[in-house]
């Protein structure tokens, strides 16, 4: 009785134990399902990161592409827009003459000399004279 014992003893701890170690591979094969999932939705985030990856870096070029087409075009206009102010400078220079030039016919309205033309207005001796040529036989 005391080895039927001994047996039921020992085979009741090997139960257990078989229990146990099942319990234990049943954990085991549980956290292998959990962690292939993990992976499974870490490669599928991963692709979709690396589809994003590529969607962002041809808009980085598009934009790229874009940004210097708008450099481009900038410099073209900062060149018209010298030329422009090179005009308006011509302009403002004639304007600045013509100006001169009223004056000189104002003086000789009022009977200013070539002598008076030449030194007010900067005209030459030729100049003068024929402003008041011409302009000073209308008073």
């Known amino acids: 009785m005391n080895m039927t014992f001994v047996l039921f ?3 009741a701890v090997l139960l257990i134990l078989f229990i146990l170690l099942a319990f234990y591979v049943y954990n085991l094969v549980v ?21 994003q990856l590529k969607s962002l870096s041809h808009e980085l070029q598009s934009m790229t592409n ?13 060149g018209h827009i010298r030329e422009l102010d ?3 400078e011509e302009f403002d220079l004639k304007d600045q003459g ?25 005209l030459s001796a030729g100049e003068a004279e024929l ?9």
């Open 9 to 11: 003893g020992a085979i």
């Open 31 to 51: 956290s292998l399902h959990q962690a292939n999932l993990e992976i499974k939705k870490l490669k599928q985030f991963t692709s979709l990161q690396q589809k």
């Open 66 to 78: 874009a940004a210097y087409g708008v450099g481009k075009r900038i410099n073209q206009l900062a």
């Open 86 to 88: 090179d005009r308006q």
């Open 98 to 122: 013509s100006h001169s030039m009223q004056q000189a016919i104002a003086l000789v309205h009022k009977g200013a000399t070539i002598e008076d033309l030449v030194e007010t207005c900067e």
């Open 131 to 139: 402003l008041i040529m011409v302009h000073g036989q209308q008073n």
